[in-house]
Each structure stands twice: as structure tokens, then as C-alpha cells.
């Protein structure tokens, strides 16, 4: 058995890139696709995880960040730069560091989880904060890349990220046989939804699968713009990593959910904060708090009948929960400690 090489080598017949050109790696990719025994039974439905948490930092940037990361080499770049709500300034640091580019990351003032903010200060970037939103934050990145070409644009509005992503849906298809009859993810700038809708169409146009998933898109209440069909000015939610109001790939998104005869929805923070507990409680699939808005989603949807039981169903969960150690713990009673006593803790074990 061989090792997984890396999304790059994986699938570089259905690539964008150049033969000769060595991928900048982290072996990310071949993630978990793990069926999810409790949410099928309270929906009738096949359901499965696609645990994108399991990449090397911790979340389906990766996917992106190789091909954006080996392009941004290949091409002369001498810096990166990125907007992030977290991830993707995380995913970027690692990146670079592989590549031996500078790497820059806006990120919105006091509103990115503390998991990714560590990361992207351990990883090396150079980290930017700025006063205002993530919306704010790529619309400089945007400026500061045009007029300086020398420094590359590392979010998904480079196609070479929407090339790596897009490699999510090969591994779906490859493990299951076939496409889902239902993809549902959680939405922000729009690029991973764009990404999925990609790979799914290009493996229907080859005959490798018979059909295509129908589109779930899940948006954070309080920055859903595609569900209200206009950009919200000042977004808010609790999933921080989707608190976005502009997305990017609007248009891209839109076609997604078109084509496939899909739709959009909102999760509202209670939702979302409920099905993040639920995952981690009755999966064992501890993700973030952005990744549970698909499964607040899933539920939603299924409740009412916009999906049918007996479909086979994927839910991508984004990010690994060890992000945002605050969220898990908020609300938690405060713990105190025990003698050091074998009866003491078969009390707290409900045993004695
Ligand atoms: N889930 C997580 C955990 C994310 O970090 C993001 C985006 C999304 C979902 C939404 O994906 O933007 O392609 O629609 N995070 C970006 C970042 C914005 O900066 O890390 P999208």
C-alpha cells in the first residue's frame, strides 16, 4: 500500500498545473468520509461526514493552499497575502513556510478563534489586524495585490484555490461509488461551494458518476446574503469563520444552487450552536462551530421535507473543533476538583 501523496498527486490528471511543476504539500486531502450513525437514524437518510478537520491544519483550506501555494512558486511570487476570518490565514502561514514565501494575512480586529490565531502566529505569518470586517479585509487585500503584482492573492478568488478544492468532491464520489443525491456545507465567501459544484460537475461530465449532488448551502443567520439575495453590511454570528457578508463567489454560488436545484438557508446561532454539541456528542466528530451550521442545515431542511429519507447525503464539516477552544467551553459549569480517591471518582462516574 502507498502512501497518500498528497491532493496535488493524487488527482494531477484533473488538475490545472503543469507537469513539471513539484507540489508545494502537506500531504493534505484523502480525508475521512465517516458515516453518521445518529444523524441518519433522525433523518432517514445515508448520512456521511466529510471531516475536513483532519487536514494538516486543521481544515479544508489546505485543499486550496497547496495548489494556490505551488502556483503563487512556479509563477514568482515573492510574497502571499490573504484576507481570513481564521483558516485561511492559518492554511496560508503553513503553506508559505513549505514554499519559503513571505506571508502576510488580514484579519478582522478581535473576531478570529483563538486555535487559528496561534496557529498563524506560531506558523510564521505576519499578522495584520484590521478595523473592521472580513469583507473589509479582502477588498484591501484585493487593492494592495493589484497594485503590487510581486505579492499573490491567496484567497478564493484564485482559481488555483478553487482547483484544489474541488478535489473534496473527487474523494466523495471515489468513496462512495457514486455522487450523493444531497451535498450540504456551510457558506461564506462562497469559494468552497464553488469548489464542490467543480469537481462533482467535472466527474458527470467524464461519466465517472451518473449524476450530480443537489446543492445545500448553509449560511449563518445573522450573514446569510445569499439567502436574502443582498450583501448584509454589518454580519454577525457566533461561527465567526462565516461571518461574511459580501462573498466573493456570489454568482459562482448561485450557479452552484441553480444547476443542481439546490438551495440556500440560514442557521440561526442556536441552531448552529446545537448542532455543534450533537456532532461532537453523538458522532465523535468534534468540529468548529461554522462546520456544524451544515448540519444545523441538514436537520432544518430534513424537518421540512425539502429532502426525502433513504437519500444518500454529505455533510461537510470544515474545520476542527480545537480551534475555538472558547466556544466548546462557554456555558460550561465550572469544574472542580476531586479527592484523590478511587470512590470519589466512581461518584462522578454515577457508579456509587
Ligand atoms: N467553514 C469554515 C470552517 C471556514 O473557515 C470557512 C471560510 C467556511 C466554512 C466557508 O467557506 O468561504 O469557501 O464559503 N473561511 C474563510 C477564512 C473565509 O478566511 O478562513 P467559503
Same mark, same amino acid.
Given at each position: 500500500?502507498?502512501?497518500?501523496?498528497?491532493?496535488?498527486?493524487?488527482?494531477?490528471?484533473?488538475?490545472?498545473?503543469?507537469?513539471?511543476?513539484?507540489?508545494?504539500?502537506?500531504? +493534505?486531502?484523502?480525508?475521512?468520509?465517516?458515516?453518521?450513525?445518529?444523524?441518519?437514524?433522525?433523518?432517514? &437518510?445515508?448520512?456521511?461526514?466529510?471531516?475536513?478537520?483532519?487536514?494538516?491544519?486543521?481544515?479544508?483550506?489546505?485543499?486550496?493552499?497547496?495548489?494556490?501555494?505551488?502556483?503563487?512558486?512556479?509563477?514568482?511570487?515573492?510574497?502571499?497575502?490573504?484576507?481570513?476570518?481564521?483558516?485561511?490565514?492559518?492554511?496560508?502561514?503553513?503553506?508559505?513556510?513549505?514554499?519559503?514565501?513571505? &506571508?502576510?494575512? !488580514?484579519?478582522?480586529? %478581535?473576531?478570529?478563534?483563538?486555535?487559528?490565531?496561534?496557529?498563524?502566529?506560531?506558523? %510564521?505569518?505576519?499578522?495584520?489586524?484590521?478595523?473592521?470586517?472580513?469583507?473589509? &479585509? !479582502?477588498?484591501?487585500?484585493?487593492?494592495?495585490?493589484?497594485?503590487?503584482?510581486?505579492?499573490?492573492?491567496?484567497?478564493?478568488?484564485?482559481?488555483?484555490?478553487?482547483?484544489?478544492?474541488?478535489? /473534496?468532491?473527487? +474523494?466523495?464520489?471515489?468513496?462512495?461509488?457514486?455522487?450523493?443525491?444531497?451535498?450540504?456545507?456551510?457558506?461564506?465567501? /462562497?469559494?468552497?461551494?464553488?469548489?464542490?459544484?467543480?469537481?462533482?460537475?467535472?466527474?458527470?461530465?467524464?461519466?465517472?458518476?451518473?449524476?450530480?449532488?443537489?446543492?445545500?448551502?448553509?449560511?449563518?443567520?445573522?450573514?446569510?446574503?445569499?439567502?436574502?439575495?443582498?450583501?448584509?453590511?454589518?454580519?454577525?454570528?457566533?461561527?465567526?469563520?462565516?461571518?461574511?457578508?459580501?462573498?466573493?463567489?456570489?454568482?459562482?454560488?448561485?450557479? /452552484?444552487?441553480?444547476?443542481?436545484?439546490?438551495?440556500?438557508?440560514?442557521?440561526?446561532?442556536?441552531?448552529? !450552536?446545537?448542532?455543534?454539541?450533537?456532532?461532537?456528542?453523538?458522532?465523535?466528530?468534534?468540529? +468548529?462551530?461554522?462546520?456544524? /451550521?451544515?448540519?444545523?442545515?441538514?436537520?432544518?431542511?430534513?424537518?421540512?421535507?425539502? !429532502?426525502?429519507?433513504?437519500?444518500?447525503?454529505?455533510?461537510?464539516?470544515?474545520?476542527? %473543533?480545537?480551534?475555538?477552544?472558547?466556544?466548546?467551553?462557554? %456555558?460550561?459549569?465550572?469544574?472542580?476538583?476531586?479527592?484523590?480517591?478511587?470512590?470519589?471518582?466512581?461518584?462522578?462516574?454515577?457508579?456509587?
Amino acid at each position: 500500500h502507498t502512501p497518500w501523496p498528497g491532493l496535488i498527486d493524487a488527482y494531477r490528471d484533473r488538475l490545472a498545473i503543469p507537469a513539471d511543476w513539484k507540489a508545494v504539500t502537506l500531504f +493534505e486531502g484523502g480525508t475521512p468520509l465517516v458515516p453518521a450513525h445518529h444523524l441518519s437514524e433522525l433523518t432517514g &437518510c445515508e448520512v456521511y461526514l466529510k471531516v475536513e478537520g483532519a487536514n494538516p491544519t486543521g481544515s479544508f483550506k489546505d485543499r486550496g493552499m497547496t495548489m494556490a501555494m505551488t502556483d503563487a512558486k512556479y509563477t514568482g511570487k515573492k510574497a502571499v497575502l490573504c484576507a481570513s476570518t481564521g483558516n485561511t490565514s492559518a492554511s496560508a502561514a503553513a503553506y508559505a513556510t513549505r514554499a519559503g514565501l513571505h &506571508c502576510a494575512v !488580514l484579519i478582522p480586529s %478581535g473576531k478570529i478563534a483563538m486555535g487559528k490565531l496561534a496557529q498563524a502566529v506560531m506558523l %510564521g505569518a505576519k499578522i495584520i489586524q484590521v478595523d473592521g470586517n472580513f469583507d473589509d &479585509c !479582502l477588498e484591501l487585500a484585493r487593492k494592495v495585490t493589484s497594485d503590487f503584482p510581486e505579492v499573490g492573492l491567496v484567497n478564493s478568488v484564485n482559481p488555483a484555490r478553487i482547483e484544489g478544492q474541488k478535489t /473534496a468532491a473527487f +474523494e466523495i464520489a471515489d468513496a462512495l461509488g457514486k455522487a450523493p443525491d444531497v451535498h450540504v456545507l456551510p457558506v461564506g465567501n /462562497a469559494g468552497n461551494i464553488t469548489a464542490y459544484w467543480k469537481g462533482y460537475s467535472e466527474y458527470f461530465a467524464d461519466g465517472v458518476t451518473a449524476s450530480r449532488p443537489r446543492m445545500l448551502g448553509v449560511q449563518a443567520a445573522g450573514a446569510a446574503p445569499l439567502v436574502y439575495g443582498a450583501p448584509v453590511a454589518n454580519p454577525e454570528t457566533i461561527a465567526t469563520a462565516i461571518r461574511i457578508g459580501a462573498p466573493a463567489s456570489w454568482n459562482q454560488a448561485v450557479a /452552484a444552487k441553480e444547476e443542481s436545484g439546490g438551495a440556500f438557508r440560514a442557521a440561526t446561532d442556536d441552531e448552529i !450552536l446545537a448542532a455543534y454539541r450533537l456532532v461532537a456528542a453523538k458522532e465523535g466528530v468534534f468540529v +468548529e462551530p461554522a462546520s456544524a /451550521a451544515s448540519v444545523a442545515g441538514l436537520l432544518a431542511a430534513r424537518a421540512e421535507g425539502w !429532502l426525502d429519507s433513504g437519500l444518500t447525503v454529505v455533510c461537510t464539516v470544515t474545520g476542527n %473543533g480545537l480551534k475555538d477552544p472558547d466556544n466548546a467551553l462557554k %456555558g460550561m459549569p465550572e469544574v472542580k476538583p476531586i479527592a484523590v480517591d478511587p470512590v470519589a471518582v466512581a461518584h462522578e462516574l454515577e457508579l456509587a
